[in-house]
């Protein structure tokens, strides 16, 4: 099974901020690791897919980049709205999903 | 507008059985595979099961195998999951999702339902 790592659990960050969550592979999965968003209450939305590939209607602040086994998710200049819990899920072996990591908007 | 709509949540004795159904309108049923993935309140997610478009390729976590059986009716644009034996456990928040592709292996599932509450309990 191919377990996902990401780091940090938690950050309290600013609006305007620049983030970044990684996600670790415990083997190399080339590209096919996809990120979602999930907002209290809500279920997942995705954003990337396939490491660096936006979603129909996401908004450019969101990023993703890397390959094999260390990706990384950027949002560019935060919003409020970013309140919410990040997830990376790979899809090379049937389907994991990283622990996630909670934004807070201080 | 893809919608995804779980129903048949509840409340279920350990050793039990639930079946769990998802309403899919908004794009061609049959040409995508769906998936159940589960969340556990205030934790992460974990993907239970996948069928092909087709119906005819499924696959299983291995910690629903043997207990679970996904199906799917694409005359009626339903997809569903059978739970039999449960465990306290197995109490999550069960998600529908459409998968990107037909078959259901290396794609990923891109819209997702709202889900719906599966409480083992005695």
């Known amino acids: 099974e191919v377990v996902l790592t990401q780091s940090p659990d938690f950050q309290s960050v600013t609006p305007k901020e620049k983030v970044t969550i990684t996600c670790r592979a415990s083997q190399s999965i080339g590209t096919s690791l996809h990120w979602y968003q999930q907002k209290p209450h809500q279920s997942p939305q995705l954003l990337i897919k396939y490491a660096s590939q936006s979603f129909s209607g996401v908004p450019s602040r969101f990023s993703g980049s890397g390959s094999g086994t260390d990706f990384t998710l950027t949002i560019d200049s935060l919003e409020a709205e970013d309140a919410a819990t990040y997830y990376c899920h790979q899809s090379r072996n049937l389907g994991t999903f990283g622990q996630g990591t909670k934004l807070e908007i201080k | ?122």
């Open chain 2, 1 to 122: 507008e893809v919608q995804l709509l779980e129903s048949g949540g509840g409340l279920v004795q350990p050793g039990g059985s639930l079946r769990l159904s998802c309403a899919a309108s908004g794009f061609t049923f049959s040409s995508y595979a769906m998936s159940w993935v589960r969340q556990a309140p205030g934790k992460g997610l974990e993907w239970v099961s996948t069928v092909s478009g087709s119906g005819q390729t499924t696959y299983y976590a291995d910690s629903v195998k043997g207990r679970f059986t996904i199906s799917r009716d694409n005359s009626k644009n339903t997809v569903s999951l059978q739970m039999h034996g449960l465990r306290v456990e197995d109490t999550d928040v069960y998600y529908c999702a459409r998968r990107s592709t037909g078959g259901g292996y290396g794609d990923l599932p891109d819209y997702w339902g709202q889900g719906t509450l599966v409480t083992v309990s005695s």
